[in-house]
Every structure is written in C-alpha cells, then in structure tokens.
C-alpha cells in the first residue's frame, strides 16, 4: 500500500509568514495555479485508487482541483491529515511566534508526540480502507514533516521544508509480520539521502 502526501498549495498567510495551522484560510491565486501545475504532473505518473484530504479549506481546494484532472469523481476528507495546531501562535508571525517561544511550546500547541501518533493513525486508517492501494493524500507542511520524522527515525529538524504542492512519499512494507511504514522520499529527495546527510552531521 502506497500513500503519497502532498502538501497544500499556497495562501495569503504563507506568502505573509504567518502560522496558519488550524486557522482555515484558503488557497490564494497562485495556490490554485500550483495545484493545476501538481495534478498534470501527478496525471503522468501511476493512477491513483482514492484522494484524501485533510479537512482545512486550502487542503481541500488543493484536493479538489487535483481530483477533476484526475477524473477522480469524490474527495473523502480524514481528519487525521489537519494541520497541527500552534495554539496561541496562530496567526502570528513566525519570527515573531519564534522570539516569543524559543522552544516552540505556545500555549495550547499540539505536542509533538501527538502529530505523529495522529498522522501514523491516519496512515493506518488509510491502509485499513484501501489495503494494497495507491492513495494521494492532501495535508499540511509541518504534519507532513512530523510523521516523515516519526516514521524514517530522522530528527524533524533535519527532514527538509515541506514545499507548498510538494509530494512525499511512504509505504506500507508488508515484510514482516505487523507491517511497517517506510519512507521513500521527502518531497523528492531519497530518504536515504537525507538519512545520510543527518548521520554526516551527527559524525562531525
């Protein structure tokens, strides 16, 4: 089973640095152009069995517009796939959101260990109802590098930016005997490079 995440298109409040997370803003003009640019490029590769999306309008809308190229008649939203929520930092700047808490706890901000059980929940749900399937699932950037971390053993701070339309992907390796989640790559780049590029670090 194979699940590729791919994140939203831009917003007004990414060009601007603002924290989105659970605030429900929508795409903006260039967000749609890049989502038309994502679903020719998807429309090359292999066919997809379903579209999920996280329930935040600008996954939507990133999804929707995906799915009509596609010819993929219904987008199914999980909520597995929302954007973490930062609490009080939201809508804040995110220099300002970083001076203000150094270590990045804002009140009210989703803890770590609980995007990542989320997102591995939300993969297990996906392979549940789609078994050996190929599956497009539209989310948000730091969810996305939360269960990109969780999964390959890769610290977060060395996962790359997740690009707004960046496509990521992991699969369920079926090997042994409960199965296990495998990252293939992070928005293109080989996990293994990326893993290499940590431990070269971690060496120095």
């Known amino acids: 089973m194979r699940v590729s995440l791919i994140r939203h298109g831009l917003t007004d409040w990414n060009v601007a640095r603002r924290m989105q ?3 429900d803003i929508p795409l903006n003009d260039f967000g ?18 379903a579209i999920v999306t996280s329930p935040l309008l600008r996954a939507r809308e990133t999804a929707e517009i995906i799915a009509d190229r596609l010819g993929i ?29 150094p270590d990045f706890l804002a009140a009210g901000m989703e803890p770590d260990s609980a995007v990542a059980e989320r997102g591995l929940g939300a993969l297990d749900g996906l392979a549940d109802a789609h078994a050996r399937g190929n599956v497009l699932a539209v989310s948000h950037g730091a969810f ?21 339309v960046a496509v990521s992907r992991v699969r369920l390796d079926r090997t042994s005997a409960l199965g296990a989640w495998r990252v293939d790559d992070v928005g293109g780049i080989p996990i293994e490079r990326v893993r ?4 070269l670090i971690e060496d120095d």
Not at 196 to 199: L, S
């Open 21 to 23: 997370g659970r605030t």
């Open 144 to 164: 996305i590098r939360h269960l990109l971390a969780e999964i390959s053993g890769v610290p977060r701070g060395f996962i790359p930016r997740i690009e707004n």
């Open 32 to 49: 749609r152009e890049q989502a038309r640019d994502a679903a020719e490029r998807l429309a090359d590769g292999p066919a997809f069995d």
């Open 196 to 199: 290499r590029a940590y431990e």
């Open 73 to 101: 008649g219904s987008v199914t939203e999980a909520p597995g796939l929302i954007e973490r929520s930062f609490g009080e930092a939201e809508g804040m700047d995110v220099e300002v959101a970083h001076e203000r808490w």
